[in-house]
Protein backbone atom coordinates (compact mmCIF):
# COMPACT_ATOMS: atom_id res chain seq x y z
CA UNK A 1 0.00 0.00 0.00
CA UNK A 2 2.27 3.41 -1.27
CA UNK A 3 1.29 6.63 -2.24
CA UNK A 4 -1.85 6.85 0.14
CA UNK A 5 -2.08 10.43 2.07
CA UNK A 6 -2.49 12.02 -0.65
CA UNK A 7 -5.17 13.75 1.46
CA UNK A 8 -8.82 13.90 0.31
CA UNK A 9 -11.71 13.62 2.66
CA UNK A 10 -14.90 13.09 1.20
CA UNK A 11 -18.71 12.75 2.62
CA UNK A 12 -20.19 9.71 1.41
CA UNK A 13 -22.27 10.90 -0.36
CA UNK A 14 -19.62 12.69 -2.65
CA UNK A 15 -18.00 9.31 -2.54
CA UNK A 16 -21.36 8.25 -4.64
CA UNK A 17 -20.84 10.19 -7.44
CA UNK A 18 -17.68 8.49 -8.30
CA UNK A 19 -19.77 6.49 -10.39
CA UNK A 20 -23.07 7.10 -11.71
CA UNK A 21 -23.90 3.20 -11.81
CA UNK A 22 -23.19 3.27 -7.77
CA UNK A 23 -26.10 2.14 -5.61
CA UNK A 24 -28.08 3.80 -2.96
CA UNK A 25 -25.96 3.43 -0.10
CA UNK A 26 -26.82 2.20 3.40
CA UNK A 27 -26.68 3.24 6.51
CA UNK A 28 -24.06 1.44 8.69
CA UNK A 29 -22.05 1.62 12.48
CA UNK A 30 -18.63 1.51 12.79
CA UNK A 31 -17.20 0.23 15.88
CA UNK A 32 -14.23 -1.14 17.39
CA UNK A 33 -12.26 -1.69 20.66
CA UNK A 34 -8.43 -1.83 19.76
CA UNK A 35 -5.29 -1.75 21.98
CA UNK A 36 -1.63 -0.72 21.08
CA UNK A 37 -2.74 2.34 19.72
CA UNK A 38 0.00 5.01 19.18
CA UNK A 39 -3.02 7.54 17.71
CA UNK A 40 -6.16 8.38 18.68
CA UNK A 41 -7.44 9.04 15.20
CA UNK A 42 -8.09 6.28 12.48
CA UNK A 43 -8.52 6.54 8.93
CA UNK A 44 -11.22 5.03 6.40
CA UNK A 45 -10.04 4.53 2.82
CA UNK A 46 -11.21 3.65 -0.46
CA UNK A 47 -9.46 1.79 -2.76
CA UNK A 48 -8.28 3.50 -6.09
CA UNK A 49 -6.25 1.27 -8.08
CA UNK A 50 -2.82 0.99 -6.08
CA UNK A 51 -3.02 3.40 -3.42
CA UNK A 52 -5.81 4.39 -0.67
CA UNK A 53 -7.91 7.25 -0.45
CA UNK A 54 -8.54 8.60 2.66
CA UNK A 55 -12.47 9.46 2.68
CA UNK A 56 -13.32 9.74 6.57
CA UNK A 57 -11.57 10.54 10.04
CA UNK A 58 -12.27 7.91 12.66
CA UNK A 59 -11.52 9.20 16.28
CA UNK A 60 -11.18 6.74 19.18
CA UNK A 61 -11.16 7.44 22.40
CA UNK A 62 -8.72 5.81 25.32
CA UNK A 63 -11.20 3.74 27.47
CA UNK A 64 -9.15 2.22 30.38
CA UNK A 65 -6.21 0.26 28.38
CA UNK A 66 -8.09 0.21 25.22
CA UNK A 67 -9.05 2.64 22.51
CA UNK A 68 -12.72 2.54 21.44
CA UNK A 69 -14.78 4.10 18.44
CA UNK A 70 -18.07 3.99 17.23
CA UNK A 71 -18.98 5.92 14.09
CA UNK A 72 -22.61 6.12 12.58
CA UNK A 73 -21.91 6.60 8.84
CA UNK A 74 -24.63 6.71 5.93
CA UNK A 75 -25.46 6.30 2.43
CA UNK A 76 -22.62 4.02 2.33
CA UNK A 77 -22.08 2.13 -1.01
CA UNK A 78 -21.52 -1.31 -0.92
CA UNK A 79 -18.14 -2.32 -1.54
CA UNK A 80 -14.76 -2.76 0.04
CA UNK A 81 -12.95 -0.42 1.75
CA UNK A 82 -10.04 -0.27 4.28
CA UNK A 83 -9.62 1.15 7.91
CA UNK A 84 -6.44 2.07 9.83
CA UNK A 85 -3.18 4.16 9.29
CA UNK A 86 -2.49 2.85 5.55
CA UNK A 87 0.36 0.56 6.00
CA UNK A 88 0.49 -3.22 5.39
CA UNK A 89 0.13 -4.72 9.24
CA UNK A 90 -2.09 -1.52 10.70
CA UNK A 91 -5.13 -1.88 7.93
CA UNK A 92 -7.99 -3.90 7.66
CA UNK A 93 -10.16 -4.52 4.98
CA UNK A 94 -13.76 -4.70 4.94
CA UNK A 95 -17.15 -4.53 3.37
CA UNK A 96 -19.47 -2.22 4.00
CA UNK A 97 -22.69 -0.93 2.36
CA UNK A 98 -24.83 -4.45 3.34
CA UNK A 99 -24.87 -5.20 7.22
CA UNK A 100 -25.91 -2.48 9.65
CA UNK A 101 -23.17 -3.18 11.96
CA UNK A 102 -19.36 -3.95 12.10
CA UNK A 103 -17.77 -4.42 14.63
CA UNK A 104 -13.76 -4.79 14.91
CA UNK A 105 -11.62 -6.09 17.42
CA UNK A 106 -7.47 -6.47 18.04
CA UNK A 107 -4.52 -4.70 18.01
CA UNK A 108 -3.78 -1.23 16.07
CA UNK A 109 -0.48 -2.38 15.33
CA UNK A 110 -1.29 -5.58 13.69
CA UNK A 111 -4.80 -3.88 12.70
CA UNK A 112 -4.81 -6.43 9.32
CA UNK A 113 -4.84 -9.40 11.84
CA UNK A 114 -8.49 -8.31 13.89
CA UNK A 115 -11.54 -9.90 13.39
CA UNK A 116 -14.72 -8.55 12.64
CA UNK A 117 -18.40 -9.50 14.42
CA UNK A 118 -21.91 -8.47 13.95
CA UNK A 119 -21.39 -8.57 10.00
CA UNK A 120 -23.17 -11.74 8.25
CA UNK A 121 -21.16 -10.16 5.26
CA UNK A 122 -17.59 -9.76 6.27
CA UNK A 123 -17.92 -13.50 8.15
CA UNK A 124 -18.94 -14.51 4.89
CA UNK A 125 -16.31 -13.10 2.56
CA UNK A 126 -13.69 -14.07 5.24
CA UNK A 127 -14.72 -17.41 5.45
CA UNK A 128 -15.24 -17.96 1.62
CA UNK A 129 -11.51 -16.39 1.18
CA UNK A 130 -9.89 -18.84 3.05
CA UNK A 131 -12.21 -22.24 1.55
CA UNK A 132 -10.81 -20.97 -2.14
CA UNK A 133 -7.40 -20.13 -0.84
CA UNK A 134 -7.34 -24.14 0.15
CA UNK A 135 -9.04 -25.03 -2.76
CA UNK A 136 -6.44 -23.42 -4.74
CA UNK A 137 -3.94 -24.70 -3.44
CA UNK A 138 -4.89 -28.72 -3.48
CA UNK A 139 -5.48 -27.79 -7.14
CA UNK A 140 -1.71 -26.68 -7.57
CA UNK A 141 -0.57 -30.13 -5.96
CA UNK A 142 -2.77 -31.78 -8.15
CA UNK A 143 -1.98 -30.20 -11.63
CA UNK A 144 2.02 -30.96 -10.63
CA UNK A 145 1.19 -34.44 -9.94
CA UNK A 146 -0.94 -34.82 -12.86
CA UNK A 147 1.52 -33.20 -14.99
CA UNK A 148 4.41 -35.92 -13.17
CA UNK A 149 2.65 -38.75 -13.92
CA UNK A 150 2.10 -37.68 -17.58
CA UNK A 151 6.00 -37.44 -17.81
CA UNK A 152 6.31 -41.33 -16.49
CA UNK A 153 3.72 -42.55 -17.95
CA UNK A 154 1.78 -42.95 -14.70
CA UNK A 155 -1.68 -43.75 -14.72
CA UNK A 156 -4.03 -40.71 -13.75
CA UNK A 157 -7.44 -41.96 -12.87
CA UNK A 158 -6.69 -41.80 -8.95
CA UNK A 159 -6.22 -38.03 -9.73
CA UNK A 160 -8.88 -37.83 -12.00
CA UNK A 161 -11.29 -38.93 -9.74
CA UNK A 162 -9.74 -36.37 -7.06
CA UNK A 163 -9.43 -33.10 -9.36
CA UNK A 164 -13.49 -33.85 -9.95
CA UNK A 165 -14.16 -33.95 -7.05
CA UNK A 166 -12.13 -30.77 -6.48
CA UNK A 167 -13.70 -29.22 -9.18
CA UNK A 168 -17.73 -30.01 -7.48
CA UNK A 169 -16.32 -28.63 -4.27
CA UNK A 170 -15.53 -25.33 -6.22
CA UNK A 171 -19.41 -25.15 -7.51
CA UNK A 172 -20.66 -26.37 -4.47
CA UNK A 173 -18.98 -23.17 -2.44
CA UNK A 174 -19.95 -20.49 -5.05
CA UNK A 175 -23.81 -21.64 -5.03
CA UNK A 176 -23.91 -21.59 -1.12
CA UNK A 177 -22.43 -18.16 -1.15
CA UNK A 178 -24.26 -16.94 -3.75
CA UNK A 179 -27.49 -17.88 -2.08
CA UNK A 180 -26.71 -16.14 0.88
CA UNK A 181 -24.40 -12.76 -0.33
CA UNK A 182 -24.17 -12.04 -3.84
CA UNK A 183 -21.90 -9.55 -3.58
CA UNK A 184 -19.19 -11.94 -1.77
CA UNK A 185 -20.42 -14.50 -4.91
CA UNK A 186 -18.88 -12.21 -7.27
CA UNK A 187 -15.59 -12.20 -5.24
CA UNK A 188 -16.06 -15.98 -5.23
CA UNK A 189 -16.19 -16.32 -9.09
CA UNK A 190 -13.14 -14.35 -9.34
CA UNK A 191 -10.82 -17.26 -7.53
CA UNK A 192 -13.53 -20.84 -9.49
CA UNK A 193 -11.56 -21.86 -12.38
CA UNK A 194 -12.22 -25.23 -12.58
CA UNK A 195 -10.08 -28.12 -13.90
CA UNK A 196 -9.00 -28.93 -18.07
CA UNK A 197 -9.19 -32.28 -17.31
CA UNK A 198 -12.71 -32.47 -16.44
CA UNK A 199 -14.53 -29.63 -18.54
CA UNK A 200 -11.83 -28.81 -22.01
CA UNK A 201 -13.76 -31.06 -24.09
CA UNK A 202 -14.98 -28.46 -26.18
CA UNK A 203 -11.37 -26.80 -26.87
CA UNK A 204 -8.55 -27.54 -28.96
CA UNK A 205 -5.82 -27.39 -26.16
CA UNK A 206 -5.63 -26.75 -22.33
CA UNK A 207 -4.02 -23.25 -23.17
CA UNK A 208 -7.01 -22.52 -25.10
CA UNK A 209 -9.13 -23.51 -22.34
CA UNK A 210 -7.61 -21.55 -20.15
CA UNK A 211 -7.70 -18.48 -21.87
CA UNK A 212 -11.71 -18.66 -22.25
CA UNK A 213 -12.49 -19.95 -18.89
CA UNK A 214 -10.61 -18.23 -16.10
CA UNK A 215 -13.39 -15.75 -15.86
CA UNK A 216 -16.17 -18.22 -16.94
CA UNK A 217 -18.67 -17.81 -13.99
CA UNK A 218 -17.63 -13.79 -13.23
CA UNK A 219 -19.59 -11.36 -15.36
CA UNK A 220 -16.74 -8.96 -15.51
CA UNK A 221 -19.57 -6.31 -16.72
CA UNK A 222 -21.09 -6.21 -13.45
CA UNK A 223 -20.84 -2.47 -12.04
CA UNK A 224 -19.69 -4.02 -8.61
CA UNK A 225 -15.97 -4.45 -9.32
CA UNK A 226 -15.69 -1.14 -9.46
CA UNK A 227 -15.80 -1.60 -5.63
CA UNK A 228 -13.70 -4.57 -5.16
CA UNK A 229 -10.22 -5.16 -5.37
CA UNK A 230 -9.94 -8.37 -5.83
CA UNK A 231 -10.14 -7.89 -9.57
CA UNK A 232 -6.98 -6.55 -9.91
CA UNK A 233 -5.29 -10.04 -7.94
CA UNK A 234 -7.72 -12.45 -10.31
CA UNK A 235 -6.06 -10.10 -13.81
CA UNK A 236 -2.38 -10.16 -11.92
CA UNK A 237 -3.05 -13.92 -11.84
CA UNK A 238 -4.31 -14.60 -15.23
CA UNK A 239 -1.85 -12.45 -16.87
CA UNK A 240 0.85 -13.96 -15.39
CA UNK A 241 -0.22 -17.41 -16.17
CA UNK A 242 -1.17 -16.44 -19.65
CA UNK A 243 2.16 -16.82 -21.17
CA UNK A 244 2.60 -19.99 -20.41
CA UNK A 245 0.03 -21.67 -21.60
CA UNK A 246 1.09 -21.91 -25.28
CA UNK A 247 -0.78 -19.22 -26.89
CA UNK A 248 1.01 -16.84 -29.67
CA UNK A 249 1.37 -13.40 -28.12
CA UNK A 250 -1.32 -12.14 -30.31
CA UNK A 251 -3.77 -14.10 -28.81
CA UNK A 252 -2.83 -13.66 -25.56
CA UNK A 253 -3.09 -10.09 -25.82
CA UNK A 254 -6.83 -10.63 -27.91
CA UNK A 255 -8.07 -12.39 -25.19
CA UNK A 256 -7.24 -9.86 -22.30
CA UNK A 257 -7.99 -7.46 -24.34
CA UNK A 258 -11.91 -9.49 -24.36
CA UNK A 259 -11.60 -9.31 -20.61
CA UNK A 260 -10.15 -5.75 -20.34
CA UNK A 261 -12.98 -4.39 -22.27
CA UNK A 262 -15.61 -6.50 -20.56
CA UNK A 263 -14.39 -4.08 -16.89
CA UNK A 264 -14.67 -1.17 -18.80
CA UNK A 265 -18.31 -1.63 -19.19
CA UNK A 266 -18.51 -2.09 -15.62
CA UNK A 267 -17.02 1.49 -14.97
CA UNK A 268 -13.77 2.87 -14.54
CA UNK A 269 -12.83 1.73 -11.13
CA UNK A 270 -13.01 -2.50 -12.44
CA UNK A 271 -11.27 -1.18 -15.60
CA UNK A 272 -8.47 0.33 -14.01
CA UNK A 273 -8.21 -2.28 -11.58
CA UNK A 274 -8.28 -4.65 -14.09
CA UNK A 275 -5.54 -2.89 -16.26
CA UNK A 276 -2.89 -2.35 -13.44
CA UNK A 277 -3.47 -6.30 -12.33
CA UNK A 278 -2.67 -7.31 -16.15
CA UNK A 279 0.16 -5.14 -16.36
CA UNK A 280 1.76 -6.10 -12.75
CA UNK A 281 0.98 -9.57 -14.24
CA UNK A 282 2.89 -9.56 -17.33
CA UNK A 283 5.93 -7.65 -16.02
CA UNK A 284 7.22 -10.59 -15.21
CA UNK A 285 6.38 -13.09 -18.21
CA UNK A 286 5.24 -10.95 -21.24
CA UNK A 287 7.35 -7.48 -21.38
CA UNK A 288 5.98 -6.61 -25.28
CA UNK A 289 2.59 -7.46 -23.38
CA UNK A 290 3.38 -4.86 -20.22
CA UNK A 291 3.94 -2.39 -22.54
CA UNK A 292 0.64 -2.69 -24.18
CA UNK A 293 -1.55 -2.71 -20.97
CA UNK A 294 0.64 0.30 -19.84
CA UNK A 295 -0.16 1.95 -22.42
CA UNK A 296 -3.77 1.86 -22.23
CA UNK A 297 -3.40 2.29 -18.70
CA UNK A 298 -1.38 5.60 -18.88
CA UNK A 299 -3.35 7.07 -21.70
CA UNK A 300 -6.87 6.98 -20.01
CA UNK A 301 -5.55 7.26 -16.11
CA UNK A 302 -1.83 8.52 -15.61
CA UNK A 303 -3.00 11.49 -14.30
CA UNK A 304 -5.22 10.03 -11.57
CA UNK A 305 -2.22 8.89 -9.73
CA UNK A 306 1.75 10.73 -10.67
CA UNK A 307 3.40 8.66 -8.18
CA UNK A 308 2.27 5.42 -9.71
CA UNK A 309 1.91 6.59 -13.19
CA UNK A 310 5.93 7.53 -13.06
CA UNK A 311 6.95 4.21 -12.06
CA UNK A 312 4.67 2.42 -14.77
CA UNK A 313 6.77 4.74 -17.07
CA UNK A 314 10.02 4.11 -15.65
CA UNK A 315 9.42 0.14 -15.54
CA UNK A 316 8.38 0.83 -19.63
CA UNK A 317 11.59 2.28 -21.08
CA UNK A 318 13.48 -0.52 -19.49
CA UNK A 319 11.36 -2.77 -21.10
CA UNK A 320 11.24 -1.01 -24.89
CA UNK A 321 14.59 -1.03 -24.74
CA UNK A 322 14.68 -5.07 -25.51
CA UNK A 323 10.84 -5.03 -26.60
CA UNK A 324 9.52 -6.65 -30.29
CA UNK A 325 11.49 -4.41 -33.36
CA UNK A 326 14.15 -2.73 -31.13
CA UNK A 327 17.62 -3.43 -31.47
CA UNK A 328 18.63 -6.12 -29.60
CA UNK A 329 20.64 -5.50 -26.50
CA UNK A 330 24.38 -6.84 -27.55
CA UNK A 331 25.86 -9.68 -25.55
CA UNK A 332 29.58 -10.40 -25.27
CA UNK A 333 30.57 -13.20 -23.11
CA UNK A 334 33.33 -16.17 -22.87
CA UNK A 335 32.73 -18.93 -25.01
CA UNK A 336 33.50 -22.88 -23.15
CA UNK A 337 37.51 -22.15 -25.24
CA UNK A 338 37.74 -19.44 -23.13
CA UNK A 339 37.49 -16.89 -26.32
CA UNK A 340 35.07 -14.01 -25.97
CA UNK A 341 32.07 -14.01 -28.26
CA UNK A 342 29.27 -10.97 -29.29
CA UNK A 343 25.70 -11.51 -30.29
CA UNK A 344 26.79 -8.47 -32.73
CA UNK A 345 29.37 -10.48 -34.38
CA UNK A 346 26.79 -12.95 -36.11
CA UNK A 347 25.00 -10.32 -37.28
CA UNK A 348 24.05 -10.96 -41.25
CA UNK A 349 22.03 -13.44 -40.16
CA UNK A 350 18.85 -14.94 -37.98
CA UNK A 351 20.00 -15.04 -34.37
CA UNK A 352 18.63 -17.44 -31.86
CA UNK A 353 19.40 -16.40 -28.42
CA UNK A 354 18.57 -19.36 -26.95
CA UNK A 355 18.99 -18.95 -22.73
CA UNK A 356 19.09 -22.50 -21.56
CA UNK A 357 21.16 -24.85 -18.63
CA UNK A 358 22.62 -28.42 -18.05
CA UNK A 359 20.48 -28.46 -15.40
CA UNK A 360 17.39 -27.29 -16.95
CA UNK A 361 15.28 -30.56 -17.88
CA UNK A 362 12.81 -28.55 -20.30
CA UNK A 363 15.93 -27.26 -22.07
CA UNK A 364 17.41 -30.26 -22.44
CA UNK A 365 14.03 -32.15 -23.54
CA UNK A 366 13.52 -29.13 -26.08
CA UNK A 367 16.87 -29.74 -27.43
CA UNK A 368 16.73 -32.32 -30.18
CA UNK A 369 13.94 -29.84 -31.80
CA UNK A 370 16.45 -27.46 -32.16
CA UNK A 371 19.21 -29.08 -33.54
CA UNK A 372 16.26 -30.67 -36.24
CA UNK A 373 15.38 -26.79 -37.28
CA UNK A 374 19.38 -26.10 -37.00
CA UNK A 375 20.29 -28.68 -39.24
CA UNK A 376 17.42 -27.64 -41.80
CA UNK A 377 17.72 -24.01 -42.01
CA UNK A 378 21.59 -23.29 -41.14
CA UNK A 379 22.73 -22.79 -44.66
CA UNK A 380 20.23 -20.31 -45.23
CA UNK A 381 21.86 -18.05 -42.85
CA UNK A 382 19.89 -19.73 -39.18
CA UNK A 383 22.38 -19.32 -36.64
CA UNK A 384 21.93 -20.16 -32.50
CA UNK A 385 23.69 -18.28 -29.52
CA UNK A 386 23.15 -20.69 -26.59
CA UNK A 387 23.12 -18.34 -23.35
CA UNK A 388 23.94 -20.81 -20.91
CA UNK A 389 22.44 -19.98 -17.05
CA UNK A 390 25.16 -22.77 -15.53
CA UNK A 391 27.63 -22.00 -12.48
CA UNK A 392 30.00 -24.64 -13.60
CA UNK A 393 31.74 -25.04 -16.57
CA UNK A 394 32.06 -28.64 -16.25
CA UNK A 395 28.56 -29.28 -16.39
CA UNK A 396 28.36 -26.84 -18.86
CA UNK A 397 30.16 -28.33 -21.51
CA UNK A 398 29.43 -31.40 -20.45
CA UNK A 399 26.06 -30.86 -21.57
CA UNK A 400 26.87 -29.25 -25.06
CA UNK A 401 28.77 -32.61 -25.92
CA UNK A 402 26.28 -34.69 -24.50
CA UNK A 403 23.08 -33.54 -26.38
CA UNK A 404 25.80 -32.73 -29.55
CA UNK A 405 24.67 -28.61 -29.77
CA UNK A 406 26.88 -27.81 -32.81
CA UNK A 407 26.17 -24.02 -32.27
CA UNK A 408 28.05 -21.07 -30.54
CA UNK A 409 27.85 -21.17 -26.78
CA UNK A 410 28.53 -18.42 -24.31
CA UNK A 411 27.91 -17.59 -20.68
CA UNK A 412 29.38 -16.09 -17.38
CA UNK A 413 28.36 -19.09 -15.36
CA UNK A 414 26.48 -16.93 -12.78
CA UNK A 415 23.38 -18.83 -13.21
CA UNK A 416 20.51 -16.64 -12.58
CA UNK A 417 22.58 -13.78 -11.45
CA UNK A 418 23.72 -14.59 -15.17
CA UNK A 419 23.98 -10.23 -16.85
CA UNK A 420 22.98 -11.97 -20.02
CA UNK A 421 19.59 -13.24 -18.30
CA UNK A 422 19.30 -9.39 -16.49
CA UNK A 423 19.66 -7.93 -19.68
CA UNK A 424 17.03 -9.37 -21.08
CA UNK A 425 14.89 -9.75 -18.68
CA UNK A 426 14.75 -13.54 -18.50
CA UNK A 427 13.23 -15.18 -15.18
CA UNK A 428 12.98 -18.68 -16.73
CA UNK A 429 13.92 -20.80 -19.32
CA UNK A 430 13.77 -22.25 -21.41
CA UNK A 431 13.47 -19.27 -23.37
CA UNK A 432 13.47 -17.63 -26.59
CA UNK A 433 14.90 -14.07 -28.70
CA UNK A 434 14.83 -14.31 -32.66
CA UNK A 435 16.89 -11.41 -33.75
CA UNK A 436 17.11 -10.32 -37.42
CA UNK A 437 19.97 -9.77 -39.88
CA UNK A 438 19.87 -5.83 -39.13
CA UNK A 439 19.89 -6.89 -35.37
CA UNK A 440 16.23 -6.22 -34.73
CA UNK A 441 14.19 -8.63 -32.33
CA UNK A 442 11.45 -10.28 -34.47
CA UNK A 443 10.12 -12.66 -32.50
CA UNK A 444 10.11 -14.01 -28.42
CA UNK A 445 9.31 -17.40 -26.42
CA UNK A 446 9.68 -19.68 -29.94
CA UNK A 447 10.00 -23.48 -28.76
CA UNK A 448 8.62 -26.35 -30.34
CA UNK A 449 5.86 -25.80 -33.18
CA UNK A 450 5.91 -22.41 -32.67
CA UNK A 451 9.55 -22.28 -33.63
CA UNK A 452 9.53 -24.28 -36.78
CA UNK A 453 6.24 -22.55 -37.85
CA UNK A 454 8.28 -18.77 -37.84
CA UNK A 455 11.31 -20.17 -39.23
CA UNK A 456 9.06 -21.85 -42.37
CA UNK A 457 7.73 -18.31 -42.67
CA UNK A 458 11.39 -16.63 -42.72
CA UNK A 459 12.75 -19.31 -44.90
CA UNK A 460 12.68 -21.58 -47.92
CA UNK A 461 11.70 -25.02 -47.70
CA UNK A 462 14.30 -27.71 -48.12
Known sequence: MRNLFAWLVLSFWGLMQVSAQTPQGKDVNLAGNLTDCSRDTLLLFMPDGTSLRPIAHVPMS??????????????????????????????KMLLLGHDPQVLISGSCATLDQSSISGSPTNLLFEQAIAATNQLSGNYNKLINQYRQHQRTGQSTDLLDAQMAQLDSQKLAILQDVRSMSPFVAKAVALRTYLSFQHNGSAYDSEGEFFARRYFHYADLTDPAYNRMPMVMES?????????????????????????????????????????????????????????????????????????????????AQVFQARALGATAPDLRFPTPAGDTLALSDLRGKYVLVDFWASWCGPCRRENPNVKRVYATYHDQGFEILGVSLDRSKDAWVKAIAKDDLPWHHISDLKQWKS?????????????TVLVDPSGAIVAKGLRGKALEEKLAEIFEQP
Open 235 to 315: FRAFASNLPKVGLSHDRQMEILDQYIAQTEVAGPGAHKLALIGAAQGLAGSSEDGYLQIASQYLTLYGASNPSFSAQMQKQ
Open 419 to 431: QAAQIYGIHSIPS
Open 62 to 91: LVGESHQFNLNLTGVPEGAFFLGDGTQKGT
